[in-house]
Structures are given as structure tokens and as C-alpha cells.
């Protein structure tokens, strides 16, 4: 079973046992406009909760992927290497940023709901 919950910095996880598929939310893409570029981590690499992960550009503005919660990356999206854009199609689902394997996945408790992230962004 997956459980899905969400930053206030607009990123979402879909967390399953210890590994968790991370990207940004609607919210965000929505804020960012078209996504021309992303550059994400290397697999392996480990991050504390609240580094920045991935770099996002747009034809808006610059922006980042950080890390909703501390673990080590196990996958990455390569689809949006060469497709972007896939972000602002189907953030949710096949615009996925990166998979990792989480340092704590009870810390995942702490991060808000689908209820209390829609109250934020209302």
C-alpha cells in the first residue's frame, strides 16, 4: 500500500515501505510554467531532508527539487531528461523525479496529508 503526502515546499511523495518516489506537485509546476530543463541527482547520492536534489528551469523561473525527507537515491526519471515538459503534463504520476530509499520512513508521519496540503495551497 502506498501513502501519499506532501511538503510545504510543494513536493509529493509516494511512499512505499522504505522507498519513496518523490516529484513536485500541480501546485508547483503550475507556479513554474512550461519545464524546459531538469537535472537530477546522481543514483547513490544521499541527501539530508531539505537539500536540493534536483534543479528545475522554466520558462518562468529557476527552481529546485528538495528533499522532503533524508535517504539515498535509488532511481531517477530518465524520461525527463529528454522530456521535461512530461512534469507539467502528469506531475502525479509519469513526471516523477526520483526514487529513494529512505534513511527513516516513519519520519514520513510528519509531512502533511493530501487534506492539510489542499487547506495550504486553497
Known sequence: MSILKFTEDHEWLR?????????????AQNA???IVFVQLPDVGASFAQG????????????GE???PL???????????????ATVNE???GAGWFIRIRLD???AADALLDQAAYE???A
Open 65 to 67: 527539487l528538495k528533499m
Open 70 to 84: 533524508a535517504g539515498t537515491v535509488v532511481e531517477v526519471n530518465p524520461a525527463l531528461v529528454d522530456s521535461p
Open 119 to 121: 487547506k495550504l495551497t
Open 90 to 92: 502528469d506531475p502525479l
Open 32 to 34: 513554474l510554467g512550461d
Open 15 to 27: 511512499v512505499e515501505g522504505d522507498v519513496a518516489t518523490v516529484g513536485i506537485t500541480d501546485y
Open 51 to 62: 537539500d536540493e536534489a534536483a534543479v528545475i528551469e522554466s520558462v518562468k523561473a529557476a
Open 104 to 106: 527513516d520512513s516513519a
